[in-house]
C-alpha cells in the first residue's frame, strides 16, 4: 500500500476515534490522547492518566486551553520531548516546541483565533457553559455541546497525527493499516 494512502487512513481512524471517544467517554484531553495512541499502536498509560483533570480547559472550568490541544500537544512531546538526561539542554524541547506549536496554529486557524475553552464555546455554542451547575450542564447537553466537541477533538486528533507523522515518527511495520 503506497504511504500517501495509509497516511490518509490513518488521519481518517484519528478523526473517527477522537469523534467516538469524545462522544462515549468525554475527556477531550484524554479522548484526544486515546485517538492519537491507538491511531499509530502505541500507548503509554503516564501519559493518558495524567490527562485526567484536563477536561473542559482545567477541571470543567472552561478557564484554561481546550483539553483536546493539551492532549494533543503532550502526545507530541512524549514522541519528541526532551528527556531527563537532557534536562538541563535548553535545545533539546525545541522540536517539540515548533510541532506544537504548529498545532497551536492550525488550531487558532480553525477556531477563530482562540484555544481557552471559554472562548472556544462562545464560538461554537453561542455562550459558555458551567459544567458544575447541573442546569447548565443539561443545557450543554441539549444545545449540541457534545457533537461540536466530538467534531473538535476528532480534528485535533488528526492534525495532530498528520503533524506527527510529518516529523518523522515511524509506524511499527505490522501496523493495523499495513
Same mark, same amino acid.
Given at each position: 500500500?503506497?504511504?500517501?494512502?495509509?497516511?490518509?487512513?490513518?488521519?481518517?481512524? +484519528?478523526?473517527?476515534?477522537?469523534? !467516538?471517544?469524545?462522544? &462515549? %467517554?468525554?475527556?477531550?484531553?484524554?479522548?484526544?490522547?486515546a485517538a492519537i495512541f491507538e491511531t499509530l499502536d502505541i500507548w503509554n498509560e503516564d501519559v493518558f492518566k495524567s490527562a485526567s483533570g484536563l477536561a473542559d480547559g482545567l477541571g470543567l472550568t472552561g478557564d484554561g486551553t481546550c483539553g483536546a490541544l493539551i492532549g494533543a500537544s503532550m502526545v507530541i512531546g512524549y514522541l519528541f520531548g526532551r528527556e531527563k538526561k537532557d534536562f538541563q539542554n535548553i535545545n533539546k524541547p525545541i522540536k517539540s516546541y515548533a510541532l506544537v506549536k504548529k498545532l497551536h496554529d492550525k488550531y487558532i486557524e480553525k477556531y477563530k483565533g482562540t %484555544?481557552?475553552?471559554?472562548?472556544?464555546? &462562545?464560538?461554537?455554542?453561542?455562550?459558555?457553559?458551567?459544567?458544575?451547575?447541573?442546569?447548565?450542564?443539561?443545557?450543554?447537553?441539549?444545545?449540541?455541546?457534545? !457533537?461540536?466537541?466530538?467534531? #473538535?477533538?476528532?480534528?485535533? +486528533?488528526?492534525? +495532530?497525527?498528520?503533524?506527527?507523522?510529518?516529523?518523522?515518527?515511524? #509506524?511499527?511495520?505490522?501496523?493495523?493499516?499495513?
Open positions: 500500500m503506497k504511504l500517501e494512502k495509509i497516511k490518509e487512513q490513518l488521519l481518517e481512524l +484519528a478523526y473517527k476515534l477522537g469523534k !467516538e471517544y469524545e462522544k &462515549n %467517554c468525554t475527556g477531550c484531553a484524554q479522548t484526544t490522547i %484555544c481557552r475553552c471559554y472562548d472556544v464555546q &462562545n464560538h461554537l455554542l453561542g455562550r459558555f457553559y458551567d459544567l458544575w451547575d447541573s442546569k447548565q450542564l443539561q443545557e450543554a447537553f441539549e444545545s449540541g455541546m457534545i !457533537e461540536h466537541c466530538s467534531d #473538535l477533538v476528532g480534528t485535533i +486528533a488528526k492534525y +495532530a497525527v498528520e503533524i506527527i507523522l510529518e516529523s518523522g515518527f515511524k #509506524l511499527k511495520y505490522n501496523h493495523k493499516s499495513m
